[in-house]
């Protein structure tokens, strides 16, 4: 099986996890993308979706779906989402699209944190992938230095040759050569620098289930 076709897979399965009648949590990326296909089945039986970036939201209403604003909703029941890495604690790297920071405050706003991957996403330890890191682009220096005193390189990250601009009007700085052992301390630690948006880390908002897409179907683990 392909990689697409384990995301398709898993964005099917998700759909397991939506209640009747609810507002359901959509992240962001190429997995949610094929959630969100698979959603539009069954956008007559929810009540819509509270999204974490602009690409969800408009793919969502492209489908019919009615987007409400986090303000809008006290409390999610579930919120389905990606991962660019997740251990077996249910500890994750994100923000890959770029879209970290909407999606840890959707994230913290759900009971249930369902990521779906393919099983090239899941991992002993946390950081074979580039760390993003949503700064204020006026530290990011610092935010740079205080990286290399960790042992990491951050390099501010680029779109058509200048630096992307998230949906918060922010940069993203991506930092290479960490290994994140104690996932809960680290995001303790970045998210006290000032400049610092939202770190990458989701260890206070983990996931409580994993769909991983494999070769022999879909694997559900509970964290
Ligand atoms: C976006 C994210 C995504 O969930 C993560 O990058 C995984 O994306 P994909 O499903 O395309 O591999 O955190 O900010």
Redesign the pocket.
């Given at each position: 099986m392909t990689q697409d076709e384990l995301?398709t897979l898993v964005g099917h399965a998700a759909l397991y996890y939506v209640e009747a009648d609810s507002i359901v949590g959509v992240?962001?990326?190429?997995?949610?993308n094929k959630f969100i296909d698979a959603l539009a089945a069954m956008k007559d039986r929810i009540a819509g979706a509270v999204s974490s970036?602009v690409a969800s939201t408009e793919r969502l209403q492209a489908l019919g779906i009615r987007v409400f604003d986090t303000t809008e909703v006290d409390e999610l029941a579930v919120y389905i989402?990606?991962?660019?890495e997740i251990d077996h604690a249910g500890y994750m790297i994100?923000?890959?699209?770029?879209?970290?920071t909407r999606?840890k405050i959707v994230a913290a706003q759900s009971r249930q944190f369902v990521c779906i991957?393919d099983e090239s996403?899941y991992v002993a330890t946390l950081g074979c992938f580039p760390l993003?890191v949503e700064v204020i682009p006026m530290a990011a220096r610092r935010i740079a230095r205080q990286f290399a005193a960790l042992g990491g390189t951050a390099t501010v990250r680029l779109k058509d040759g200048v630096p992307l601009v998230t949906d918060n009007g922010q940069q993203i700085l991506d930092v290479t050569g960490l290994k994140i052992s104690h996932p809960l301390a680290f995001e303790s630690q970045v998210s006290q620098w000032p400049g610092v948006v939202t770190v990458?880390v989701f260890a206070f908002q983990k996931a409580n289930v994993c769909l991983l897409g494999t070769p022999d179907g879909v694997k559900t683990l509970a964290f």
């Open positions: 995301k992240g962001t990326g190429s997995t949610v970036s989402d990606g991962a660019d994100k923000g890959g699209g770029a879209a970290l999606e991957a996403k993003p990458g």
